[in-house]
């Protein structure tokens, strides 16, 4: 398994030759790279217009059954190789939400989950994939995590403070009205007045 390793880890390693550079989308948009809020739009169009889902082995090169299963790894070889496979997501723009202190060996299996996935290419800006459902009985990474708890303790506190979420909002009027449209639309084919 040790050879196999190795391998798997050269593979690992080369199958980031493979990267794209960046959509002619991103140099079109002007977008500012330090721009965090700029960066994530982008990506959302990138890959909710633009883009088509593909298995993360066709993304990466890397096929799920190259990725040995965990009980045929020890604890020392799943941090490896899960520390490696994380490397290659973040290359392809994927970015595996775990908790901070998440022990490596236990992310192996989230990780090798995450490879039979499918899920759109993205070739600039961060695809983040959460594995939690905010459900803290329901909590993947028990003893890592506490983010339910603090949203919770959030909510109780805001309703003690009577602190409102400024969730309200009308779902009717959010979009414009067909009036609304066909003005923008008959307003673009006007020519011009410079009396205006």
């Given at each position: 398994?040790?050879?196999?390793?190795?391998?798997?880890?050269?593979?690992?390693?080369?199958?980031t030759?493979?990267?794209?550079?960046?959509?002619?989308?991103?140099?079109?948009?002007?977008?500012?790279?330090?721009?965090?809020?700029?960066?994530?739009?982008?990506?959302?169009?990138?890959?909710?217009?633009?883009?088509?889902?593909?298995?993360?082995g066709?993304?990466?090169?890397?096929?799920?059954?190259?990725?040995?299963?965990?009980?045929?790894?020890?604890?020392?070889?799943?941090?490896?190789?899960?520390?490696?496979?994380?490397?290659?997501?973040?290359?392809?723009?994927?970015?595996?939400?775990?908790?901070?202190?998440?022990?490596?060996?236990?992310?192996?299996?989230?990780?090798?989950?995450f490879?039979?996935?499918?899920?759109?290419?993205?070739?600039?800006?961060?695809n983040?994939?959460?594995?939690?459902?905010?459900?803290?009985?329901?909590?993947?990474?028990?003893?890592?995590?506490?983010?339910?708890?603090?949203?919770?303790?959030?909510?109780?506190?805001?309703?003690?403070?009577?602190?409102?979420?400024d969730?309200?909002?009308?779902?009717?009027?959010?979009?414009?009205?067909?009036?609304?449209?066909?003005?923008?639309?008959?307003?673009?084919?006007?020519?011009?007045?410079?009396?205006?």
């Amino acid at each position: 398994m040790k050879r196999y390793i190795e391998q798997l880890i050269e593979d690992i390693h080369k199958s980031t030759w493979n990267l794209k550079p960046p959509s002619k989308l991103w140099g079109e948009s002007e977008a500012d790279p330090d721009n965090e809020r700029e960066l994530e739009d982008m990506s959302y169009v990138e890959k909710y217009i633009y883009g088509e889902q593909q298995a993360i082995g066709k993304i990466t090169g890397i096929e799920p059954e190259q990725i040995p299963p965990t009980e045929i790894l020890t604890t020392e070889q799943q941090s490896q190789l899960a520390i490696e496979l994380e490397k290659l997501l973040q290359n392809y723009h994927f970015v595996l939400d775990f908790p901070e202190k998440y022990p490596a060996h236990l992310r192996y299996r989230f990780i090798r989950d995450f490879w039979n996935e499918e899920h759109v290419p993205l070739s600039f800006g961060e695809n983040h994939i959460e594995f939690c459902n905010y459900e803290e009985a329901n909590c993947p990474f028990p003893g890592y995590c506490d983010t339910c708890k603090e949203i919770a303790e959030q909510i109780k506190f805001d309703e003690i403070h009577g602190v409102k979420a400024d969730l309200d909002f009308d779902l009717e009027n959010l979009l414009p009205s067909q009036e609304e449209l066909d003005e923008f639309f008959r307003r673009q084919n006007d020519p011009p007045n410079p009396g205006q």
